[in-house]
Nanobody, 123 residues
Framework: QAQLVESGGGLVQAGGSLRLSCAAS????????MGWFRQAPGKERDFVAG????????YYADSVKGRFTISRDNAKNTVALQMNSLKSEDTAVYYC????????????????WGQGTQVTVSS
C-alpha cells in the first residue's frame, strides 16, 4: 500500500526555521499533486501549501505566503516544506498528502496522507 512518511518536525524558537520532508513509497507519486496541511489542537486541519506533479505550479495559504516554500524532487520521490520566520501560531501537526489529480486542492480531498510530524514554535 502506498505510503507517505513525514520527517523534520521539532521544537524551534519564534523567528527560526525548519524543513519538513515527505517521502513517498511509490514512483507513481511523481504524477500526483502534493500538499501540506496542518492541524493545531482543537482546530480543523488546514491547507498550508500545494505543488503540482511537475513542480511548476505552487499555491500557499495566505498565512504562510512569503515565509514557507514547497518543493519536490521527483527523482527522489520527496516533497519538502521549508518554513522560515516561524511564529507561535505555526505550532501544529503537519501532514503530507497526495492527490491523483493535476489540481491543487485546498480542501481535504486527497487520496493519501502521512502520519504527521509535530512542529512546535516557542515564543
Amino acid at each position: 500500500q502506498a505510503q507517505l512518511v513525514e520527517s523534520g518536525g521539532g521544537l524551534v524558537q519564534a523567528g527560526g526555521s525548519l524543513r519538513l520532508s515527505c517521502a513517498a513509497s511509490e514512483r507513481s507519486f511523481t504524477r500526483y499533486t502534493m500538499g501540506w496541511f496542518r492541524q493545531a489542537p482543537g482546530k480543523e486541519r488546514d491547507f498550508v501549501a500545494g505543488i503540482s506533479s511537475s513542480g511548476n505550479v505552487t499555491y500557499y495559504a495566505d498565512s504562510v505566503k512569503g515565509r514557507f516554500t514547497i518543493s519536490r524532487d521527483n527523482a527522489k520521490n520527496t516533497v519538502a516544506l521549508q518554513m522560515n520566520s516561524l511564529k507561535s501560531e505555526d505550532t501544529a501537526v503537519y501532514y503530507c498528502a497526495a492527490r491523483r489529480s493535476s489540481t491543487i486542492l485546498t480542501a481535504l480531498q486527497y487520496d493519501y496522507w502521512g502520519q504527521g510530524t509535530q512542529v512546535t514554535v516557542s515564543s
